[in-house]
Structure formats: C-alpha cells, structure tokens
C-alpha cells in the first residue's frame, strides 16, 4: 500500500504564511513527480504547483511570486511554502504523486486526503 500523508493546514490572516508538507510512505520503488492541487467550494480542482524529480518546478500564474515548492527526495516529502496568502487561496489542499510501486510496472497517481487552508480578510 502507499499512503500520501499531509499536514500543515490551517487558519491565517490574509498576508500571513503556512508550509503544508505531504509525505509518501509504503513500498515505494521510486516517485516521479510531486504537486499540489486545491479545490475551492464550487470549483474545479486545479493545479497549484508541482515538482519532479530532478527540481524542475511550475507554478500556477495565480500563486507565482508567493507560492514556492520543494521536495526532499531522501525523505519522499514534498513541501509548499504560502507567504501573502488571500481570501481567494482557501481551499482544501490535496498532495499528489506520480509513482511506480514495488513490483509492479508503469507509474500512478495517488492522492493525499486533503488538508483545509482558510484564510481570512
């Protein structure tokens, strides 16, 4: 089994910071790339950023400039700095990555459970 575990979630004022931090564990052979997906009330999942294994990162227009990724390979963790977060960035933040499973081919994606992000004006 794999289990994509996040944390770091929670309430802040506009203009302030969280990390949210997503960890994979299980029998994992390798991980490609990593990402954050948010999804607000009423919307569409949409992609918020993402990572792959060599580094190379994007990031949605909507969050350049005060959203940073990162990942720790060695530890199968993928973090997501906030600073100036808005009212318009509170959603539920759901962790996602591409693997490939111990004996078995090809690569997948599975998901975290979600973490709320909420922040107020």
């Known amino acids: 089994q794999v289990q994509l575990v996040e944390s770091g979630g929670g309430l802040v004022q506009a203009g302030g910071s969280l990390r949210l931090s997503c960890a994979a564990s299980g029998r994992i052979a390798s991980i490609n790339a990593m990402g954050w997906y948010r999804q607000a009330p009423g919307k569409q999942r949409e992609l918020v950023a993402g990572?792959?294994?060599?580094?190379?990162?994007n990031l949605a227009d909507s969050v350049k400039g005060r959203f940073t990724i990162s990942r720790d390979n060695a530890k199968n963790t993928v973090y997501l700095q906030m600073n100036s977060l808005k009212p318009e960035d509170t959603a539920v933040y759901y962790c996602?990555?591409?693997?490939?499973?111990?004996?078995?081919?090809?690569?997948?994606?599975?998901w975290g459970q979600g973490t709320q992000v909420t922040v107020s004006s």
């Open positions: 996602n990555a591409r693997l490939q499973r111990i004996g078995y081919l090809g690569t997948y994606d599975y």
């Open positions: 990572i792959t294994s060599g580094g190379s990162t």
